[in-house]
């Protein structure tokens, strides 16, 4: 089925950048839509932003809106999520994760890719 992968994490400081990518393959994606999860040790997995293949319309976190950005690349088929001005909070592994337009939950993840933020 559609295989994701995600890279771009890794050791950054207080109010450094990030760019995830998110490198779909496997199926066409007209009818997905794309997203992103965050989970913090100890904590369970929360929902950071999605886009609508199809369209490109996004959602957002409270958490996150106004300061990250996700984007896809259609030739590519890679969903991106650019991170300026990380916090602490942010620290997290972060997934990629593909939900078909006719079910109800996303289906498809990728491994995670560790992003970690110093104070």
């Known amino acids: 089925q559609v295989q994701l992968v995600e890279s771009g994490g890794g050791l950054v400081r207080a109010g450094d950048s990030l760019s995830l990518s998110c490198a779909a393959s496997?199926?066409?994606?007209?009818?997905?839509?794309l997203g992103w999860f965050r989970q913090a040790a100890g904590k369970e997995r929360e929902f950071v932003a999605s886009?609508?293949?199809?369209?490109?319309?996004?959602t957002y976190a409270d958490s996150v809106k106004g300061r990250f950005t996700i984007s896809r690349d259609i030739a590519k088929n890679t969903v991106y999520l650019q991170m300026p001005s990380l916090k602490p909070e942010d620290t997290a592994v972060y997934y990629c994760?593909?939900?078909?337009?006719?079910?109800?939950?996303?289906?498809?993840w990728g491994q995670g890719t560790q992003v970690t933020v110093s104070s």
């Open positions: 994760a593909a939900r078909q337009l006719f079910g109800t939950v996303y289906d498809a």
């Open positions: 886009i609508m293949w199809s369209d490109g319309r996004t």
């Open positions: 496997g199926r066409t994606l007209n009818s997905y839509r």
